[in-house]
């Protein structure tokens, strides 16, 4: 778990998962009333701590939402239905 107190207060908590060296973002809490940007504050934590874990990959499990793929190469993602 990542936590971010800022003057003694909580401001976000996210809750990490690492597998077959990808780092997994899976819940978060934000106190973004009190503390606007806070997520992208902790999204630059992550991603500084997934490259000090020596991870080969970064899955925040979002949509694309237009820009990713600038600046990310593409993982193909499968669905398996019965």
């Known amino acids: 778990m990542i936590t971010v107190i800022i003057n003694g207060q909580v401001a976000a908590v996210d809750l990490i998962a690492i597998f077959n060296q990808c780092y997994y973002p ?5 106190d973004v009333q009190n503390f606007p940007g806070i997520g992208n504050y902790v999204n630059l934590l992550e991603i500084k ?10 899955d925040f499990l979002e949509m694309n939402y237009g820009w ?3 600046w990310f190469t593409s993982v193909p993602l499968f669905k398996y239905q019965r």
């Not at 899976?26 to 934000?30: D, G, H, P, R, S």
């Open 49 to 58: 701590d997934a490259l000090a874990l020596g991870m080969n990959k970064i």
């Open 68 to 70: 990713k793929d600038k």
């Open 26 to 30: 899976l819940k978060c809490a934000y």
